[in-house]
């Protein structure tokens, strides 16, 4: 049954506008704030380029640290906007209304931040062009495409570029709105990214096919990118525990898991800050809490598969590897309290907590779920590729472990503050819920009388 | 805002200006502009000739406006070939640029060249797709015509291009159907 109530399009536009026409007072304070952090980030890169990568934790032995933990788990998250938007519009479900271009928009920062993690990791960013892209003509020299050194560029490319003209079609139609109303020079830059929207049935059909035509295209975009993210370790054959087969699906699975859990969450906190109870509904939390149960259950039986197929070759070093993962620790970290923690909030905690239904409509319930599944799936990806570089083996002593020091850990906070920065900036000069969708699925709403009950119900069209 | 002077002269080129008049009517509910639309039909206004203005998509058919026909599935098929050309030629060429040959195998490695073509194929497929959806749209329109801001506030807006003759029956019948307003762009 749907809840809410079907609201006048004006105050659908006053409501969803607010965040745009109005600036709250809390909001320069806040991304004030953040830009501070980020700031310091960039200085310490600044830094690090300058100094070199030995001022991290880095070695010898251990090369992929925090940098690339957070890599994949930003590509993970980006993951939310095509799982949401995309599959939820070709399946024509309701609910996704309120979330989709939250989930969109989310995608393209997180891809955005993930970016920034390799380039930096290099040490020496510049080289990465001509690593990656054909342009050195003058000295002859083009890249080498068979390591996934230019697979991820193409495909995490192609994902941005495709989910950034996802959301900016999806946004004409809502640049009409503000084109309508505002006035002086935000008036003349809407109107000018309006393109002369009108809203005739053409426009409309358009729009509408271009919505699933998108989706349809996109999807298998969103499939290869992370599965390319994982070949970066799947293809490192002399890495142990790495070069696995069920990295693919295991990756795309873990990315959802993380991408909805962070979408969830970034809905619980716009709807408090601009209140906007009467879109993101508890009908809505509930449904993807439901979908969240199914997407961790997945991740969690490709775990077990991924454990399973590294144990089961019985092959010496591979196993020396997983035993410094799951056995209480001999040297330095003990990896083993990692593990238990990690599946513990990443599947357990969050699933016992999703169960109930009364459970998934608490947000306060929500947001430490969708929280403690992101801790748990950064936590995943270190504990995935550290102890496989560590590269323990019985009698050698080509070993060592790894350790962050704190120029890794304040980048690694501020692509936290470098995403919610770049949210509440586009939350303040574009719509981050969809008003023609919402007003779309406010037109298809009717109230049933079924026997002695009055039901809300929306007509779908096939 | 305006349209600039040689925008204008490249229009007038391309469709010379017409002699119709533009009128625009504000209809609170679907169910009046849809029946001032069947009215209009019923006048001998082509279907060509007016079109209905909303704030947010309706079924299609439920005001009764014109089918709409468009070529936009052919726009992926034409940006995936590209893609994939340019994919093929990127990895190839580069290759044969550079030769890397490893332990006697093919210059060309075709497993990371699927790769790379794969999200050539898909970046050129979705490219034209939205250029395709902004061409097909009739976008962009630099000269909105005649419009009311109350249209993207719930207001449904039937704009009809009238000859001069009959230009008074098309208001009249608007304001049967329950037009809260009528505007022309005199």
């Known amino acids: ?462 | 805002m305006a349209m600039p002077a040689i925008l204008q002269r490249m229009r007038d080129a391309i469709s010379p200006p017409s002699t119709k008049q533009a009128i625009l009517g504000l209809f609170q509910d679907a169910e009046s502009a849809a029946n001032a639309g069947d009215a209009l039909k019923g006048a001998g206004v082509p279907d060509t000739d007016y079109d209905f203005l909303t704030d947010s998509p309706y079924p299609e058919g439920s005001l009764g406006e014109r089918e709409e026909k468009h070529r936009l599935y052919l726009y992926p098929f034409i940006g995936a070939l590209l893609g994939l050309s340019s994919g093929i030629m990127i990895t190839a060429m580069s290759q044969v640029a550079y030769p890397l040959v490893t332990g006697g195998k093919p210059v060309l490695s075709l497993p990371p060249m699927a790769i790379v073509c794969y999200e050539g194929t898909m970046l050129g497929a979705i490219l034209f797709t939205v250029i395709g959806i902004v061409f097909e749209s009739r976008l962009p329109k630099f000269q909105l015509g005649i419009y009311d801001n109350r249209i993207t506030q719930g207001f449904l807006g039937l704009r009809v291009k009238a000859e001069p003759e009959q230009r008074y029956e098309v208001i009249e019948i608007m304001n049967s159907a329950g037009a809260v307003e009528v505007k022309t762009d005199e």
């Open chain 1, 1 to 462: 049954m749907q809840e809410g109530k079907v609201l006048p399009a004006a105050q659908i536009n006053r409501d969803l506008l607010r965040s745009i026409l109005e600036t709250p007072r809390w909001f320069w304070p806040v991304v004030s704030i953040l830009g501070l952090v980020v700031l310091a980030a960039t200085i310490t890169i600044g830094i690090m380029i300058n100094t070199g990568l030995g001022i991290t934790g880095l070695n010898y032995k251990v090369v992929w640290g925090f940098f690339i933990t957070n890599f994949v788990f930003w590509i993970g998250i980006s993951h939310a906007g095509v799982m949401l938007s995309a599959i939820l519009r070709l399946a024509k479900a309701e609910w996704r209304r309120p979330a989709t271009r939250a989930a969109e928009v989310l995608t393209i920062f997180s891809l955005m931040t993930a970016m920034i993690m390799p380039i930096i990791h290099t040490g020496r960013p510049w080289r990465i062009l001509y690593w990656a892209f054909p342009y050195d003509f003058a000295r002859g020299i083009w890249p080498n495409i068979r390591p996934p050194l230019v697979w991820d560029p193409s495909a995490i490319l192609t994902y941005l570029t495709s989910s950034t003209l996802f959301v900016l079609i999806a946004l004409v139609p809502d640049f009409a709105v503000l084109r309508d109303r505002t006035t002086g020079w935000p008036k003349i830059v809407y109107t000018m990214l309006a393109m002369g929207w009108e809203g005739n049935p053409r426009q409309w059909k358009l729009q509408i096919i271009a919505g699933v035509l998108l989706s349809a295209l996109i999807l298998p975009v969103f499939v290869s990118v992370h599965s390319i993210v994982s070949w970066d370790f799947g293809m490192a054959v002399a890495i142990k525990s790495w070069h696995s087969t069920v990295f693919a699906p295991y990756f795309v699975v873990g990315a959802v898991h993380s991408g909805v859990s962070a979408v969830v969450f970034a809905m619980i906190l716009l709807r408090w800050a601009y209140g906007w109870q009467d879109y993101i509904r508890h009908e809505h939390i509930d449904a993807l809490g439901r979908l969240l149960i199914v997407v961790a259950t997945g991740w969690f039986y490709f775990l077990v598969m991924e454990i399973i197929f590294g144990i089961y070759g019985l092959e010496g070093d591979e196993l020396a590897v997983r035993a410094l993962q799951f056995l209480p620790g001999e040297y330095g970290v003990a990896y083993n309290v990692w593990m238990i923690v990690f599946v513990g909030i990443t599947y357990f905690l969050p699933v016992i907590l999703w169960l109930p239904k009364a459970w998934r409509r608490n947000l306060w319930i929500m947001s430490a779920a969708c929280i403690s599944v992101n801790v748990g799936m950064w936590l995943e990806r270190y504990l995935l590729f550290v102890p496989g570089q560590a590269n323990k083996q019985f009698l050698t002593f080509t070993w060592n472990d790894y350790l962050p020091r704190w120029p890794e850990a304040l980048i690694v906070a501020a692509t936290f503050a470098f995403v919610s920065m770049l949210m509440l900036l586009f939350s303040r000069v574009f719509p981050l819920v969809p008003l023609y969708d919402i007003k779309e699925g406010d037109i298809l709403r009717t109230e049933m009388q079924i026997g002695r009950r009055k039901l809300t119900a929306t007509f779908r069209e096939d």
